[in-house]
């Protein structure tokens, strides 16, 4: 038989195979099974166990069907061996040649016979395609137990990444767990001054206080799921944020000062119940709460949420310190909202969105008449609105993200409280007298007879650069009727009048090794006082300084050690100032 000819019918039992070479088959190569196989381990579809056991158990088909090949093939040597063959079993002449009889062969010189090597190629062929048709009966089985193929009983867990929780894959749905738990011990030391209505200083309290509490983090675990349908990516997110210390109601709900009392339970605070629906090539929507977009990237860069900062109440702690909270930002806060966030576009991006609308809220408190220092308000006939515009770049080993954003709400049925204080003189009947006082507070319309309104607006600007193992923030922001502390926290005058106010804080941040790092940070909150307004009693300024180091024992664990000192300075004389401070540790998972 020409070379021509036994060439083609080892291309055809090659090709047939598909698993194992006639020549060598003992040696096991790659097909496109195994290849399929690889390419699901790497994916992380399949485990390390269950991508042996399926390879195992298709190379052993290979190899049954490469063993069946050989013990054919190679017969004891001997001048003629018989052989099945086909029907066709007659003398003829191939290419010239006499050949051997049917189901004879020459192995002594006379040829090969091209009906027996072509037996032998369609045997072997018959052993791949059952080999194959077993493997793709395991490989279907294995589907189904994962959930694969329309079964949904088999729940596995993604490789884990530090600081990006715990992922889990149930089918189409991925379930990712994550959060914090914190602990410090904090001790307050006040240097002293007088109070200031507005500040957020303890210096005047006369007392040093010591504290087991969270810092500007309370705890939290945060459920994340999230799938993919008809081409939109979904998520549904729910954050629980508990404090380690009694709760207390109050206007601020679990952010209230805390109630060191016996017999009390802690805090839940649900500050996060969202849903998201979009894709990267049309953008996101997000309906429910979460943190808002004006102020959010300043507390979110903040290094403070890793520690205390400015204490607040450490004599009776509540969820949360206050961080740079009131000194160097107003709190963005957890806002019920609807909101559009854009696909990147050369590193732009931006955001904008409807929010609840918030009162106005006297945080100062009443003045020596019982006046309150400032506005409030209840009516509201549009939402909030706010947007942000950020752009991240790289400029060789420069990694930077620039932010700016504003904010606008209209506050409508504007009115101030007053109390008023009777005194009146009791008989008893022995004869005794004695004094009571009695007081009531009403809310009167700062304009009488009148609904009285305005519309309070603020932007900010702020970047974060990096370059090598140091960090820069910076930021500012500026706000009329927008208050300070909080969102329209004393942001309208008793007269009816919106204040200005504006703040910044500076940071920097110098990574020594990979798991120790110091940070320093200012900041400054201004009010200023409306048109008309004279209140020397009302906070001026809040400014901290803030020092803190931090240590990375383990990719969940930091311990932290931090000082603060802050001072509020009204609009008088009066003047406050505290040290503090406080070590612990915060736990990331």
Avoid at 6 to 15: E, F, K, P, S, W
Avoid at 194 to 205: D, I, L, N
Avoid at 394 to 406: E, M, N, T
Avoid at 465 to 493: E, H, I, K, N
């Amino acid at each position: 038989m020409s070379a021509g000819k036994l060439a083609r019918i080892g291309a055809v039992v090659v090709m047939a195979s598909g698993s194992a070479s006639l020549a060598c088959p003992e040696d096991a190569r790659a097909d496109d099974y195994s290849e399929l196989l690889d390419i699901l381990k790497a994916k992380g579809s399949l485990t390390q166990g269950e991508y042996k056991g399926l390879l195992a158990h298709h190379m052993q088909h290979v190899r049954e069907a490469a063993s069946a090949s050989r013990t054919t093939q190679y017969m004891p040597a001997q001048r003629h061996m018989a052989v099945p063959t086909s029907a066709h079993a007659q003398m003829r002449t191939a290419m010239g040649q006499q050949v051997q009889p049917p189901g004879q062969i020459d192995i002594g010189g006379g040829g090969m016979d091209p009906d027996y090597v072509l037996a032998q190629a369609q045997q072997a062929a018959a052993s791949a395609q059952a080999s194959a048709a077993s493997a793709e009966s395991t490989w279907l089985a294995a589907q189904h137990s994962m959930g694969l193929g329309g079964g949904l009983s088999f729940v596995r867990m993604e490789k884990y990444q530090p600081g990006k929780g715990l992922t889990f894959k149930a089918g189409p749905v991925d379930i990712n767990l994550s959060g914090f738990i914190n602990g410090f011990y904090t001790y307050n030391s006040p240097a002293g001054g007088m109070p200031v209505a507005g500040g957020v200083s303890t210096g005047a309290s006369g007392f040093d206080s010591s504290a087991l509490r969270n810092g500007l983090l309370p705890a939290g675990l945060i459920l994340k799921l999230s799938t993919t349908q008809n081409g939109i990516d979904l998520a549904a997110v729910m954050g629980m944020y508990p404090g380690i210390d009694n709760a207390k109601n109050g206007a601020f709900n679990a952010n209230t000062g805390g109630s060191p009392v016996g017999l009390g339970t802690a805090g839940i605070d649900f500050r996060q119940v969202y849903v998201t629906a979009g894709n990267k090539k049309w953008g996101t929507f997000k309906i429910g709460r979460d943190l808002g977009i004006f102020g959010g990237d300043a507390i979110l860069d903040d290094a403070t949420l890793l520690s205390v900062g400015s204490t607040g109440s450490n004599s009776a702690p509540g969820n949360t310190s206050l961080g740079r909270i009131g000194v160097g930002y107003v709190y963005a806060d957890w806002i019920p909202q609807i909101s559009y966030q854009s696909p990147t576009i050369k590193g732009f991006q931006g955001t904008i969105g409807i929010l609840q609308p918030l009162d106005e809220f006297d945080f100062s408190g009443d003045d020596p008449n019982g006046t309150a220092y400032s506005a409030g308000s209840t009516q509201h006939s549009s939402p909030m609105i706010q947007g942000k515009v950020t752009y991240d770049f790289k400029i060789g080993g420069l990694s930077a993200r620039i932010w700016a954003s504003f904010l606008t709400q209209h506050q409508q049925n504007l009115t101030v409280s007053k109390t008023t204080t009777v005194s009146t003189q009791l008989l008893e009947e022995n004869g005794g007298i004695y004094n009571m006082t009695t007081s009531s507070t009403a809310d009167v319309a700062v304009i009488p007879g009148q609904k009285h309104g305005v519309t309070a607006e603020a932007g900010e600007i702020g970047t974060k650069l990096t370059y090598g193992p140091a960090q820069f923030v910076g930021y500012y922001y500026r706000g009329s009727g927008l208050g300070t502390t909080g969102l329209f926290f004393d942001g309208v005058a008793a007269n009816g009048r919106k204040r200005s106010s504006e703040g910044y804080y500076v940071q920097m941040m110098y990574n020594f090794t990979k798991k120790f790092k110091l940070v320093g940070s200012y900041g400054v909150s201004n009010l200023y006082l409306a048109p008309g307004e004279s209140n020397p009693d009302l906070v001026r300024r809040n400014e901290s300084e803030v020092g803190a180091a931090y240590y990375k024992m383990t990719d969940w664990l930091n311990l932290v050690a931090e000082y603060a000192h802050t001072s509020s300075a009204a609009h008088g004389p009066y003047k406050e100032s505290d040290n503090s401070a406080s070590g612990g540790m915060i736990l990331l998972f």
